[in-house]
Structures are given as C-alpha cells and as structure tokens.
Nanobody, 126 residues
Framework: QVYLAESGGGLVQPGGSLRLSCGVS????????MGWHRQAPGKPREYVAL?????????????KYAEFAKGRFTLTGDNDKNTVDLQKSSVTPDDPAVYYC??????????????WGQGTQVTVST
C-alpha cells in the first residue's frame, strides 16, 4: 500500500504565495509518477502538474504542467525523500480548491495504479 499526506493548505490572501507539500510512504520503491490535482467547488478534478521519475531532477525526471498551470505553478520533487511540492508565487481567485497529491505505480498487470491523498483545502480571501 502507498500512503500520501498533504500539508500547506489553508487561507491565503490574494497575491500571496502558496506552497503545498506531499510526503509518500509505504511501498514506494516502484512509484513512477507523483503530482498534484485540484478540484474547485462544482467542477471536476483537474490535473495541475506531475513529475515522472527517471532518476534525479538533473538526470531524467520530467515535470509536466497543465496548460493553465504553465508559468504559474512550480512542481519540485525529492525522490530520496519521496516528496513532491507545489508552489505558486501569487494566488488568484481561480485557485481556491481542494488540492490532492497523487502517486502512481505499476500494478501486477502493468497498468498504472494511482494513489490519492485526502486533499488539502486552499481558500483565497482577505
């Protein structure tokens, strides 16, 4: 089993910075991808960014962003610690949502099994 724990959500002022952290534990030896999704009220869950493991950030990891997230969010990961962080320097009214950390690992039949965290609420308000 794989367990994910998110932290860093809460109330953020408009224009303030956001940093979400996710730690993965359990059977982490074959995790191949980690990332963040978000779900705003009344909307489906959407992908924000993911990191495909290929070694280290300097030797094979690939970071991908959803179109809306490019240039706005930054995803960083530490494969040794099994953590993945999502940052944004200036939150906007588009950003309130429950943010979910995810991790994927191949299952017995080769299909990618996705594990989810419980989610962390981000609220933007003065």
């Amino acid at each position: 089993q794989v367990y994910l724990a998110e932290s860093g959500g809460g109330l953020v002022q408009p224009g303030g910075s956001l940093r979400l952290s996710c730690g993965v534990s359990g059977r982490t030896f074959n995790i191949s991808v980690m990332g963040w999704h978000r779900q705003a009220p009344g909307k489906p869950r959407e992908y924000v960014a993911l990191l495909e493991r290929g070694g280290t950030q300097q030797h094979g990891d690939t970071v991908k962003y959803a179109e809306f997230a490019k240039g706005r969010f930054t995803l960083t990961g530490d494969n040794d610690k099994n953590t993945v962080d999502l940052q944004k320097s200036s939150v906007t009214p588009d950003d309130p949502a429950v943010y979910y950390c995810s991790a994927g690992a191949p299952s017995g039949n080769g299909a990618l099994r996705i594990y989810w965290g419980q989610g962390t609420q981000v609220t933007v308000s003065t």
